[in-house]
């Protein structure tokens, strides 16, 4: 079975570009949450869905953040615009309710935003 | 809130041997999960071990275990045999399971520590 899908696994933009992150669930997870990881901040939740409703974006860091899942097998995280220091490792990760409490990830995203 | 506490930032050993990371957290729920995740340079996260809180028998994953100390809320991770393959950085974390609670399903994560296993 294939693991979190992300995309692209590299970004490198300028500072004003929108960048679009995309994630791919594990089929069947219902629950699929971003998280950002910084040397300063560490891992950091940044929202999370269920059943593709966002639940809570309290860690969404400003309104250049935005979060869409439109169905069950998609996910996006959109910055716009982007700035220097939303460069980071974006992760997305998925679980699913009924199973053990585990999240899986997937490999991540690195944005360099110069 | 929670938080996750690691205050190890970096461990070393030597292949072969047993090493042992620090984890402890502080919260208030009474049902949780805790987690390991192994991140090697690859950047990718590896779920390594989980312990259900309400459970008193100590996990156990091949070469990895736990000792979780719930009254301490302390929970560490003992690697046995260590292999060059087990450097990375090692996370511990920490999720509420209260369904309607805020926190459900939120995983906190400590700072991280950089183990590095030497030949």
């Known amino acids: 079975d294939a693991g979190v899908i992300q995309s692209p696994r590299h970004e490198v933009t300028e500072m004003g570009q929108e960048v679009t992150l995309r994630c791919k669930p594990i089929?069947?997870?219902?629950?699929l949450f971003w998280y950002r990881q910084t040397m300063m901040r560490g891992l950091e939740l940044l929202i999370y869905f269920n059943n593709n409703v966002p639940i809570d974006d309290s860690g969404m860091p400003e309104d250049r953040f935005s979060a869409k899942m439109p169905n069950a097998s998609f996910s996006t995280l959109k910055i716009q615009p982007s700035e220097p220091r939303d460069s980071a490792v974006y992760f997305c990760?998925?679980?699913?309710?009924?199973?053990?409490?585990?999240?899986?990830f997937g490999p991540g995203t690195r944005l360099l935003v110069l | 809130a929670q938080t996750v506490t690691q205050s190890q930032p970096e461990m070393s050993v030597q292949e072969a041997e047993t090493v042992t990371l620090s984890c402890t957290y502080d919260?208030?729920?009474?049902?949780?999960?805790l987690f390991w995740y192994k991140q090697p340079p690859s950047r990718q996260m590896i779920l390594v071990i989980r312990?259900?809180?309400?459970?008193?028998q100590n996990a156990t994953e091949n070469r990895f275990s736990v000792n979780f100390q719930k009254a301490a809320k302390s929970f560490s991770l003992k690697i046995s045999d260590s292999q060059l393959g087990d450097t990375a950085m090692y996370f511990c974390a920490f999720m509420p399971t209260n369904a309607g609670g805020t926190s459900y399903g939120k995983l906190t994560f400590g700072q991280g520590t950089i183990l590095t296993v030497h030949p």
């Open positions: 312990q259900e809180a309400y459970k008193q």
């Open positions: 990760a998925s679980r699913w309710s009924e199973g053990v409490e585990t999240q899986y």
């Open positions: 919260t208030s729920e009474n049902n949780y999960y």
């Open positions: 089929s069947g997870h219902d629950y």
